[in-house]
C-alpha cells in the first residue's frame, strides 16, 4: 500500500488560523492587537508574500481590508471581541456593498473575561450585520475554515465572520495543512460601478433589498455547508452545539446524537428541524448568550429547558458534567476545589514599571483619576490606588472632560497609555479643546503597546513588517490638537513628576503630560545596577511597600516580631529603576554594584 505524505504540525488557534490566511491566498492583513487574537496577525507576518500591519484601531484595520476586498484581493483582519465594536461603523455597511476580494473578519470572544472588561457575544452581532458567520472548535478547524470563509466570500460577495473564543484561539492541537499550497488570486479587480460602492439613499435602498437576497441563498447554503455535521448516537439525547462547546459536549453526553453547527449564520433550519425530529429530547450547548436556542424556539422546535445555567462565565467540563449529570439523573460533578492556603498572588506592575511613578504621584495628590485599557489597569489596586474608572479604549479622555463640565471637586486626571492615545485618545484630547475643557491627560508613554504582549505602534518608529517607519510624537501630536501645556517627565524622577502633576492638575486650561520611559520587558533593558535595603538603617516604616513594587519584600524578623517586620529589596526581581531610594527617609536603600 502506498504511503501518503503528510504535512502535520501542532499549532494553536490563532497559529492555524494565520497558516489558513496564507493558503487561502490573503493579500493584505490588518489589525489591532487584543488578547486573544494577537498572535494571529503576528503569525500572519511570518509569511512575507502577505501585506501586514499594525492598525492604529480596529475600525481603520477594517476600512483598510474593505478597502483591499475593493481592488480583488483577498484580506482578513482581527480582532478581539470588544474591538469589533469599534469596527461596527464600517462592516455595517460593507455588507450593503459587498465584498469583491474574499474578506474575513476574525472575533475573538474573551467568555470568562480572561483579560476584558466584558464578555460580549459577538454571534449576536453576526445577526446583528446580516454576515454569514463560521466557528471552529479546533486548530483543523481554525485552517479550514478560514479558507472556507475566502470562498464563502468571493461567492456570496459578502464579508464573513469567523468566531472564535480564548479556548480555541489559544489551546494548541494536531493540524493537517495539506499540501499547504497558496491559493492564486482569483480573476478579480477593482471596476468603477458607484452604484455598487457608493450607498448614497438612492443606491442603499436596493443595496438593503441585495442583502436579503443575499441572505436567502446564504440560508439555503447553510442547509448543506460542509462545517454542518450530524454525529449519530443514540436517539435519546440530541445535542445541538458549536464551536468550543463542541467539544465539552462530546465528553459529556458520549453517545448522544449531535449535530454540531460550523456555520452558525444564517442557521440550517430544515437541517436542525429533521435533526429534532429524530431525537426524543433536544438540548442547546452553547457558551454565554442563548443565541442559538432564541432562533431555534422561534421555529417552534422543543427544547429541553435545563435548569443547569451555560450562560455566565466560561464553560468548562465541570460545568457540562453538572449539565449531563442533571440530563442522566446522576450527581453532580464536584468541582476541584482551588487549595486555600496557597497565599494570594494579586496582580502588580511589573519591577522597574514606568508607569508607577505617576499613580504613585496621583496617589499623592489625591486625584480623581479616569483609566483606560491596557496594563497600567494595574494602578487600581492598592497600594497606589490610582485608577477610578476603566470603560473602553479611549475613554478616560472623554470621562475626565464629563466630570470637569460636570463641576466635579478636586483634582482631575485621565490616564491612558501611548498606543491607546493613537487608538482612540486623540480625538477626545481635541474635543477637550475644542469645547474649552480644562482637564490633564496624562498619557504614559512606555514606547510599546505592553498590555497585548509587546507590539509595536505610531510611537515606536517601527512596523509589524519590521521596517522602520516615522516615529510620531505624542506631544507633538497634542500641540498640533491646540494644546498649549504640554510637558514630558521622566516618571523615574518621584519629585520631578509630583510637581509638574501638581502644577498641571491645578492649571484652569488643558493640559497633557507625556511620561515616558521605555517599558522594561519590551525594550529588553540590561539591568546595570540594583538597590538593596541596610537593615540597621531600616526603622520598618513601609514607605517604600507603597510603590507596590514585586521587588520589595518584608524580611522574617530575627526576634519573631512580625509587627517590625523590615524592608529587602529581592536582587533576582531588581531592576535597578531606583524609586524607592526616593522614597525612603532614613537614607537605608543603597545602590549596590553588580
Known amino acids: ?152 466570500s468571493e461567492q456570496f460577495k459578502t464579508p464573513v465572520l469567523l468566531r472564535t473564543t480564548t479556548r480555541v484561539s489559544h489551546s494548541s492541537g494536531v493540524v493537517d495543512l495539506g499540501s499547504f499550497e497558496r491559493t492564486g488570486r482569483s480573476n478579480l479587480k477593482y471596476e468603477k460601478d458607484i452604484t455598487r460602492t457608493v450607498p448614497v439613499p438612492l443606491f442603499a435602498r436596493k443595496m438593503r433589498v441585495g442583502l436579503e437576497e443575499r441572505l436567502g441563498r446564504l440560508a439555503e447554503y447553510s442547509e448543506t455547508c460542509p462545517s454542518q455535521r450530524i454525529e449519530r448516537g443514540n436517539d435519546k439525547i440530541g445535542i445541538i452545539t458549536s ?191 475644542y469645547n474649552r475643557g480644562a482637564s490633564t491627560i496624562v498619557v504614559l508613554d512606555n514606547r510599546i503597546t505592553a498590555m497585548t504582549g509587546h507590539q509595536d505602534n505610531p510611537g515606536t518608529g517601527r512596523t509589524l513588517m519590521g521596517e522602520t517607519t516615522t516615529e510620531t510624537s505624542i506631544a507633538d501630536v497634542a500641540k498640533g490638537l491646540g494644546v498649549k501645556r504640554v510637558r514630558v517627565v521622566d516618571p523615574y524622577d518621584l519629585d520631578e513628576t509630583y510637581n509638574v502633576l501638581k502644577e498641571e492638575l491645578d492649571a484652569d486650561e488643558p493640559s497633557v503630560v507625556v511620561s515616558r520611559r521605555p517599558c522594561v520587558l519590551g525594550a529588553k533593558i540590561k539591568t546595570v545596577r540594583q538597590y538593596a535595603v541596610d537593615s540597621d538603617a531600616c526603622k520598618a516604616c513601609g514607605a517604600c511597600l507603597k510603590l507596590g513594587c514585586p521587588a520589595i519584600e518584608l524580611a522574617d524578623p530575627e526576634d519573631g516580631d512580625y509587627k517590625k517586620r523590615k524592608a529587602r529589596v529581592n536582587p533576582v526581581l531588581c531592576v535597578g529603576c531606583g524609586m524607592c531610594e526616593q522614597v525612603c527617609k532614613f537614607d537605608a536603600i543603597k545602590e549596590v554594584t553588580l
Open 1 to 152: 500500500m502506498q504511503t501518503v505524505a503528510t504535512n502535520k504540525k501542532i499549532l494553536s488557534g490563532n497559529e492555524a488560523i494565520a497558516c489558513g490566511a496564507f493558503a487561502g491566498g490573503v493579500e493584505v492583513a490588518s489589525a489591532y492587537p487584543g488578547t486573544p487574537s494577537t498572535e494571529i496577525l503576528e503569525n500572519v507576518s511570518k509569511f512575507p508574500e502577505i501585506y501586514c500591519e499594525w492598525a492604529v484601531n480596529e475600525k481603520v484595520g477594517m476600512e483598510v481590508v474593505i478597502g483591499a476586498s475593493f481592488a480583488g484581493a483577498r484580506s482578513i483582519t482581527a480582532m478581539k471581541h470588544v474591538g469589533l465594536n469599534v469596527a461596527m461603523d464600517p462592516l455595517m455597511t460593507f455588507t450593503y456593498l459587498g465584498a469583491n476580494g474574499g474578506m474575513v473578519v476574525v472575533s475573538a470572544d474573551d467568555p470568562g473575561m480572561h483579560s476584558s472588561q466584558n464578555e460580549q457575544d459577538n454571534r449576536c452581532l453576526a445577526k446583528f450585520a446580516k454576515i454569514p458567520m463560521l466557528e471552529p472548535s479546533d486548530s483543523q478547524e481554525c485552517y479550514d475554515m478560514v479558507r472556507a470563509a475566502l470562498d464563502i
Open 243 to 433: 464551536g468550543i462547546s463542541y467539544q465539552y459536549a462530546r465528553d459529556a453526553f458520549p453517545n448522544a446524537s449531535i449535530l454540531k453547527l460550523g456555520m452558525t449564520f444564517p442557521i440550517p433550519k430544515k437541517l436542525i428541524s429533521d435533526f429534532a425530529g429524530s431525537v426524543e429530547k433536544l438540548y442547546v450547548v452553547e457558551e454565554g448568550e442563548p443565541y442559538l436556542e432564541e432562533q431555534i424556539l422561534a421555529m417552534g422546535v422543543k427544547i429541553e429547558r435545563a435548569e443547569t445555567s451555560l450562560r455566565i462565565g466560561e464553560l468548562n467540563p465541570d460545568r457540562l458534567a453538572d449539565l449531563a449529570a442533571e440530563v442522566y439523573g446522576g450527581k453532580p460533578s464536584e468541582s476541584i476545589a482551588p487549595i486555600s492556603d496557597l497565599p494570594a498572588r494579586p496582580p502588580v506592575l511589573c519591577p522597574g514599571c514606568s508607569h508607577r511613578g505617576v499613580f504613585y504621584a496621583l496617589n499623592r495628590l489625591k486625584a480623581i483619576v479616569t483609566g483606560d485599557i491596557g496594563c497600567y489597569s494595574l494602578g487600581t489596586f492598592a497600594p497606589l490606588s490610582a485608577m477610578d474608572t476603566i470603560v473602553c479604549m479611549g475613554a478616560s479622555v472623554g470621562n475626565a472632560h464629563g466630570l470637569q463640565k460636570a463641576h466635579q471637586n478636586g483634582r482631575i486626571a485621565a490616564v491612558l497609555g501611548d498606543s491607546t492615545f493613537f487608538h482612540s485618545g486623540i480625538t477626545g484630547l481635541l474635543n477637550i479643546v
